[in-house]
């Protein structure tokens, strides 16, 4: 017994080291388990930390107790954009009125009606000072500073298609006219619109600047012609026919003493006098709608075109009557002069150019156009743009400054120049890739064809406002109605004009009024380089004072910084100097370099007495060789106008301040004693202070 109960106790002392063993063992293992759990938790944090903060994601909820309400009178938000640093929510309602409210409180700052129609987009500008907001129906912008509660820029387009448009004499202005009914006048330098006139009660059809550039003439289909002053802005005089006539075009003679539109109804042509108003002839002869007409630049011949196939010329001051007409295959669209005159363009509905010689009446060339002018289909076309015949022909022609080149577009999305001499297409200029218009598209999509019509057109679903959803099918119709339609602008260029300047043209386009224009870059263009004629041959020129030398090599090298450091190289006193030296077939690149220089230089001085060393070295040349430089001087005229503009509204803004130093300069010169003894008692005071 007692072996026995030994061996049990060897046995459990066998077990109780086991078991302690063991639980070692055991918290050996939590321990490792417990640093790997720690270790990937560390490992987590860090991921979680360097984790971007798109990968984070919150729970958001609403309290009853910050909820608002705008209370605009059923108004919706259309827009809203919120400023950060200074707390600022400003929102854009469907009735044309914005609201100003300050987070979190949303205190209503103050509240303003900007427009008739709906607030389409809004935004801030970094300081919170300036809001902006857009109105997409009529084609407003306005910039408004809500703490004086000042408009800082207000602009408003033509919210119809803009149809016609016009140049100013010196290139400076831009009159356009639109189906709204509306004149407006736009700088081309800013790109705003300055004027607006309201009187016309329907559709303008013609535009033209006097040559004096003094007034703007314009016809409408309301059956008038209104001359509007430029200087005073309001509408001086009002032509009308004998009997309610639509008008659907506009000329003014060179004299600037006649006027005449054609009749889109009546198929007549109204002569009025400028300077009485009355109506001095009523020309008859066409057989169909008068669509364009223009005055020869030199003498005082009309000439008019119509859709019954003929142009027509007419002499208005000596009344001779018509002249033979020049026929036409199909309807004639529009014409244009040469600016000598000898050359006449006319578009006709066949896609074609035809020249004529308005001298001797003979046909000198044509250019067809058709499939330079084809741009896209339309949504309700069933064949593809490139079997299209529709919309394949020029609506608006024009002669480049030189009359080497024409300029034509119609009913696409593209604008063609046409070299005249070669008869050859030289550049066509997309005005737009917005496909959310129409005529944009190329091919043919027959699953949008359906019995109903074009799955474009029709308004089964839409994104716009709940009251423009409402359907207002008869009873019964389960699937709306098919035949509400919604239509989308179509692509088109209604008038093209080139600038006196002969360095920018400008288009009418569905979307907008479009400026091409040459000044914002200059080229490398040399000519007559050799080996010698280098930037370093040109810099050591210079400073051995060989000023000449060196602006003739920097002009053929044609380098615009090197042109700038010749030219203000040169002393004030030498201008005249060099400026008789300079050879003239360097003359045209010098003056463009003035021209361009002058828009952005602070040396105003001493480029005009550049100018005037020029002109007076090289101006019978100048005189001779007018065609050419013509562009130039324009050029140069618009800078030099701009520069004046510039400084004359800065002299009036201190004029008082001006006068004011005047005044004291004058008091002190009389009153020298009194001067000194003030100037005494400031020292004075200056020592004590």
């Known amino acids: 017994d007692e072996d026995e109960d030994e061996e049990d106790g060897k046995k459990k002392q066998k077990q109780q080291k086991k078991k302690a063993s063991s639980g070692e063992e055991e918290e050996d293992e939590d321990e490792e388990v417990r640093s790997k759990l720690q270790q990937q938790q560390q490992e987590e944090a860090e991921a979680a930390a360097n984790a971007p903060a798109t990968h984070t994601s919150y729970r958001w909820w609403l309290d009853k107790s910050d909820k608002h309400y705008f209370l605009q009178n059923h108004a919706k938000v259309m827009c809203a954009a919120f400023h950060k640093k200074s707390n600022l929510l400003i929102v854009g309602f469907n009735s044309g009125v914005f609201g100003l409210y300050e987070l979190p409180e949303f205190n209503n700052i103050h509240t303003l009606s900007i427009s008739q129609k709906r607030v389409t987009a809004v935004a801030v500008n970094a300081t919170g000072e300036w809001l902006a907001f857009g109105c997409a129906k009529l084609g407003q912008l306005l910039v408004w500073e809500w703490q004086s509660e000042t408009y800082i820029l207000k602009q408003q387009g033509h919210f119809f298609d803009m149809n016609v448009l016009a140049y100013a004499p010196d290139g400076q202005l831009i009159a356009t006219g639109g189906d709204d009914g509306k004149v407006k006048l736009w700088n081309t330098m800013t790109g705003f619109c300055f004027v607006t006139f309201h009187e016309h009660k329907s559709g303008v059809t013609g535009v033209a600047f006097a040559q004096s550039g003094l007034a703007v003439v314009s016809s409408s289909l309301d059956g008038t012609v209104r001359a509007f002053d430029l200087t005073r802005y309001r509408n001086f005089r009002t032509f009308t026919g004998p009997h309610p006539a639509q008008l659907s075009c506009l000329a003014i003679d060179p004299s600037g003493e006649i006027v005449c539109a054609g009749s889109l109804d009546t198929f007549e042509v109204f002569v009025w006098s400028m300077q009485t108003g009355h109506l001095l002839e009523l020309l008859a002869g066409h057989t169909a709608p008068v669509c364009s007409m223009a005055f020869h630049p030199l003498r005082t011949m009309l000439v008019s075109c119509s859709w019954d196939h003929s142009v027509r010329f007419w002499d208005v001051f000596e009344s001779k009557g018509a002249i033979e007409p020049l026929g036409h295959n199909t309807d004639t669209i529009t014409l244009a002069y040469r600016p000598d005159g000898h050359e006449l363009a006319v578009a006709t509905l066949d896609g074609q150019i035809s020249f004529w010689d308005v001298t001797t009446s003979r046909l000198i060339g044509t250019i067809d156009g058709r499939k330079d002018i084809g741009g896209g289909r339309l949504s309700r076309d069933r064949v593809s743009a490139k079997n299209s015949a529709a919309g394949k022909c020029f609506t608006s022609l024009c002669y480049t400054a030189d009359g080497t080149c024409v300029l034509a577009g119609g009913l696409s999305k593209y604008v063609c120049i046409y070299e005249v001499a070669q008869r050859v297409l030289l550049k066509i200029f997309c005005i737009s890739n917005n496909m959310s218009m129409d005529g944009m598209l190329q091919f043919l999509n027959s699953k ?117 450091r010749c030219l203000e190289s040169v002393p004030v006193e030498d201008v005249q100097l060099i400026a008789r030296s300079l050879p003239e077939v360097y003359l045209s690149k010098v003056l463009s370099f003035i021209a361009h220089r002058l828009e952005s230089t602070a040396h105003i001085e001493f480029y005009l007495i550049w100018c005037v060393d020029l002109f007076n070295a090289h101006g019978r040349y100048i005189k001779t060789q007018s065609a050419t430089f013509m562009p130039v001087l324009h050029s140069l005229q618009k800078s030099v106008m701009r520069q004046q503009a510039a400084i004359s509204k800065l002299g009036d803004a201190n004029k008082y301040a001006l006068r004011f130093l005047l005044q004291q300069i004058d008091y002190q010169q009389r009153h020298p004693t009194l001067a000194s003894i003030g100037s005494l008692e400031s020292t004075t005071a200056t020592t004590a202070s």
Not at 479 to 508: E, H, L, M, N, Y
Not at 541 to 561: D, G, I, P, Q
Request: hydrophobic share 35%; proline share 5%; with cysteine.
């Open 448 to 564: 949008n064809m359906t019995e109903a019509g074009p799955l474009d057109e029709i308004n089964d679903h839409s994104d716009s406002d709940v009251e423009e959803r409402l359907d207002l099918s008869l009873p019964g119709v389960e699937k709306g109605d098919f035949s509400s339609r919604r239509t989308r602008p179509q692509i088109r260029t209604k008038c093209v004009q080139f600038s006196p300047t002969g360095r920018s043209w400008a288009a009418a386009t569905t979307e907008g009024l479009m400026v091409y224009s040459l000044d914002d870059s200059y080229t490398f263009d040399p000519f007559d380089l050799d080996l010698t004629v280098t930037p370093e041959n040109i810099v050591a020129t210079l400073e051995k004072r060989e000023f000449v030398k060196a602006l003739v090599m920097a002009c053929r090298l044609n380098e615009v910084s090197l042109v700038h």
